[in-house]
């Protein structure tokens, strides 16, 4: 049994904290807004702080999984009520968000300096993995302390992999996510040009599946394309945030993603008809326009 702090109760970050208590460890929540902590904390068993300062005082371990690096930042490091001025002595932070490697280092570097060790360990897999305890878990860090966030990783996630020093985890995800991003733009245009061409497209989708086009976007998306039911388990303005930031590390790197630029340009328009907020299949509705047809 663990005293922990779990700072960010969203989509994600309620349905995996969850699993936290069910291992049986001592669970102290924070959210910006306090009802939803209070409720979350009423529903599952825990405590609720009023701070992150707060939440942090009660754990040796402190989650945190929010949309942004600014909002990481202000979770872990606002004077007087960041949870790094109510950290125990030894205290292990673990940010799940996904944010810009530079800044997960940058966040490192002032935590080190306050006797704080830190991860960075996103996530992969969406609310439904999330809520069965079978995401993928991406974590960079010091061997020793991505090892003493494994038991609490592995009640949240199927797969934990170490990938690296701090920020590796957080390159990792943002490359992972582009070429999902990628990948359901591609399954979208598949789908407008078997409409277009009159391919059955129950008979197409089964056929990419069991062949070389098989995909998890594939899986995942196709259905709610062809529905065009866009309810959210991964917001696209959360994809496109996820793609740009990988493609500001490989211009930083001097390498080129060229497919990700295209898928850029793709949810950028998708956000432009104000379809920031729907799950990134969304997507469709700008590759529907470009071709003049609708699935």
């Not at 959360?238 to 490989?250: I, P």
Request: aromatic share 4%.
């Amino acid at each position: 049994m663990t005293d922990v702090a779990f700072l960010g109760l969203g989509i994600m970050g309620s349905r995996q904290a969850v699993h936290l208590v069910r291992e049986g460890h001592r669970l102290t929540v924070y959210n910006r807004t306090p009802e939803t902590a209070r409720a979350w904390a009423d529903e599952h068993g825990a405590n609720v702080a009023e701070t992150p300062r707060e939440a942090a005082a009660a754990a040796d371990i402190v989650f945190s999984m929010v949309v942004d690096g600014d909002q990481v930042t202000a979770l872990l490091l606002d004077d007087p009520d960041g949870a790094v001025h109510g950290a125990r002595d030894g205290a292990l932070f673990v940010d799940m968000s996904t944010i810009a490697p530079t800044q997960t280092r940058a966040i490192g570097e002032r935590l080190s300096a306050r006797d704080v060790r830190f991860v960075d360990a996103p996530v992969t897999g969406s609310a439904p993995k999330a809520a069965d305890g079978t995401l993928t878990i991406m974590a960079g860090g010091a061997g020793e302390d991505v090892e003493r966030a494994r038991p609490l990783l592995d009640a949240m996630g199927a797969l934990v992999v170490h990938v690296g020093e701090l920020g590796q985890g957080e390159m990792a995800k943002v490359i992972n996510n582009s070429v999902a991003a990628v990948n359901a733009a591609t399954v979208a245009q598949a789908l407008l040009v078997g409409k277009a061409t009159g391919v059955d497209l129950d008979a197409l989708t089964q056929i990419m599946g069991a062949g070389s086009g098989g995909s998890a976007m594939l899986d995942l998306k196709a259905g709610p394309m062809r529905a065009h039911d866009f309810t959210t388990l991964f917001k696209l303005e959360h994809m496109l945030k996820d793609v740009r930031l990988c493609l500001q590390e490989a211009q930083a790197a001097g390498v080129a993603f060229p497919a990700a630029a295209t898928a850029d340009e793709q949810y950028a328009a998708a956000m432009d008809r104000g379809l920031g907020g729907d799950d990134f299949a969304a997507v469709l509705a700008v590759l529907e326009d470009l071709a003049g047809t609708r699935l």
